[in-house]
């Protein structure tokens, strides 16, 4: 009976947490702009401390599209579409996402982009484009710039409000004993996979599932698939390292997970070799 009566506790618990009060804000409930504001005043000094101007442009093309650039040595480019202040499909958390994988782009933490054909733009010393690769955008957005964008705010009572998926919670919370720290980790989650499924053109990716593909060399060229993403939103999530912990334009072990400091919240090998 005992027993029982536990599972039955357990049970209401899972349901509990997994059942959302209320969907997370999306549309018009979105204060988009400040959530513009809040990562540019982290950003903007982060850059500025690095000779680097950061500017924000407003595009106006009804596209759901960002971008992260590097102009130039001195200049770099945030642009955001309007397209993503209609879409009903983007929660707040998820274009906060999307803001911290462009900006990602731009503070071109390692591995870097490899330099497209007929390239001619800015190169770094390795002869790369200076901007993260992609799976180091969704990476440095999980791991460092949603921590960084989100401090402050009351995660737990965020998760208990708009719910997180069973297995998201399970994960975090082997990762992060603190409830706080768990909910915080919860949330990344749910951030990213709500931004990989905003695109207008998007695939499948499924939290229970991993791209087991092992390419013999890091995908620095191209977006990794929808499900190899998810992956590296989760590995960011999941990775304890302190959010403020330096990281390096060329080592990609620091301020970062690695196989050897902590595996589960390593970049995933279906993009990157270690
Ligand atoms: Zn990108």
Redesign the pocket.
Known sequence: MRTLMVLFALTLAATTRAAPVSAPPTGAQVDFQGIIARALSIYVPYMAARGVTLEFVQSHQHGITG??NRDSETHATLTVDDGYYTNPKITEDGFRFMVC??LG?ITGSAPHMEAPAMYDGILDDKGDVPISA?GQ?DYFAAAKCMRQVLAGQDDVAYVRAHGAPRLVAAECSQSFPDEEGAALCQRIMVAGKNFLDSFARSFPSSFDAQDPARPPYSLLGE?PPAQCRLDTVVAGALCPVDKDAPVDPYDPAAGFCTSKNFPQGARPACWFKE
């Open positions: 971008s992260g994988h462009e782009h992609e955008a977006h």
